[in-house]
């Protein structure tokens, strides 16, 4: 099934020559990690505290491919400029999670928006991620497999948001849209689950010389 991860591999080549000049100058992807994590939090802040103010709801799809810009921009500083470090992979995974939860869940506050089925939805996509992760444990490599993976839910969460803003009364009809997305969520679960198990069969599998 087609995801937006799919387009990684052109982001990248767009985003190259600029992570050659960070690299040059110094930044590091910890220092992106955290900066990128905290305007994750001070919008998460504003949308909490102003549910339902357009400026913040448009701001939003914007802040959102300019966070999965950043997430591309640390992944090629660490792997291509040698800067890979435990510390920063683990900051990097957990402040993926984080960073989603502090801006989406927001979004549930808004005036006629059905609360529980957005949070529904985000819980089974940060799920996802725990499943991809999980994967690890079991000697697999990090799954990134299924329909609503981080960007995919990036658009999905930016969509609502840009929807809300031009429409502050289309909170009613979002089910609409969060119905399918819960049963995408739910089907990414499963693609990383069998994706891993297939993996290590086939590594046992394999005859060894």
């Given at each position: 099934?087609?995801?937006?991860?799919?387009?990684?591999?052109?982001?990248?080549?767009?985003?190259?020559?600029?992570?050659?000049?960070l690299?040059?100058?110094?930044?590091?992807?910890?220092q992106?990690t955290?900066?990128?994590l905290?305007?994750?939090a001070?919008?998460?802040a504003?949308l909490a505290l102003?549910?339902?103010?357009?400026?913040l709801?448009?701001?939003?799809?914007?802040l959102?491919?300019?966070?999965?810009?950043?997430?591309?921009?640390?992944?090629?500083?660490?792997r291509?400029?040698?800067?890979?470090?435990p510390?920063?992979?683990?900051?990097?995974?957990?402040?993926?999670?984080?960073?989603?939860a502090?801006?989406?869940?927001p979004?549930a506050?808004h005036?006629?928006?059905?609360g529980?089925?957005?949070?529904?939805?985000?819980?089974?996509?940060?799920t996802?991620?725990?499943?991809?992760l999980?994967?690890?444990?079991?000697?697999?490599?990090?799954?990134?497999?299924?329909?609503?993976?981080?960007?995919?839910?990036?658009l999905?969460?930016?969509?609502?948001?840009?929807?809300?803003?031009l429409?502050?009364?289309?909170?009613?009809?979002?089910?609409?849209?969060?119905?399918?997305?819960?049963?995408?969520a739910g089907?990414?679960?499963q693609?990383?689950?069998e994706?891993?198990?297939a993996?290590?069969?086939?590594?046992?599998?394999?005859?060894r010389a």
């Open positions: 099934m087609i995801s937006v991860y799919d387009l990684k591999p052109r982001f990248q080549a767009l985003l190259r020559p600029l992570v050659g000049r690299a040059a100058r110094g930044i590091t992807p910890y992106l955290l900066g990128t905290g305007v994750a001070a919008m998460g504003l102003a549910p339902g103010a357009r400026p709801l448009l701001l939003l799809p914007l959102l491919l300019l966070r999965m810009a950043l997430h591309t921009i640390v992944g090629m500083l660490a291509e400029h040698g800067l890979q470090s510390r920063g992979a683990l900051l990097n995974e957990v402040g993926d999670v984080l960073g989603d502090l801006l989406y869940l979004l506050l005036p006629g928006v059905t529980w089925l957005l949070v529904a939805v985000l819980v089974l996509g940060l996802a991620e725990v499943a991809g999980a994967a690890l444990g079991i000697g697999a490599s990090r799954r990134f497999d299924g329909p609503l993976g981080q960007s995919d839910r990036a999905l969460f930016g969509l609502i948001a840009l929807i809300l803003g429409d502050p009364t289309a909170g009613t009809w979002l089910p609409w849209l969060l119905v399918p997305a819960l049963g995408l089907l990414t679960i693609q990383r689950i994706a891993a198990l993996e290590v069969a086939t590594d046992t599998a394999a005859p």
